[in-house]
């Protein structure tokens, strides 16, 4: 029986922005005007995909040495961070929100 390939096992919404980069990225999130800036929380002047897996100091739990999308270690690092964003996200969301009522 043919192995199922990786991306069929581990891929999902998450991962898939992981890997592509658009998402709930800073960078990404400023530049459809979902935010005023890119700033990441660690204070990088940007939130970019590349900041957040390789170099952000609030993302370094279960960051492989090597990165690779075809390896599973990396794609489960990416769903774990990518979900992190994205619940830090909605939480800002909700407390901008509850300022300006």
């Not at 774990?80 to 901008?96: D, I, S, Y």
Request: hydrophobic fraction near 30%; proline fraction near 2%.
């Amino acid at each position: 029986m043919k192995e199922a390939h990786i991306l069929d096992r581990v891929c999902d919404f998450f991962t898939s922005q992981g890997l592509s980069g658009y998402g709930t990225f800073g960078s990404y999130l400023k530049k459809m005007k979902k935010r005023e800036d890119e700033t990441c929380r660690c204070g990088a002047v940007s939130e970019s995909p590349a900041h957040v897996f390789k170099e952000c100091s609030r993302h370094t739990l279960g960051r492989p040495e090597v990165l690779n999308g075809h390896k599973e270690e990396t794609l489960k690092y990416m769903k774990a961070t990518v979900e992190k964003l994205w619940k830090e996200e909605r939480e800002e969301v909700r407390m901008r929100t509850e300022e300006n009522l």
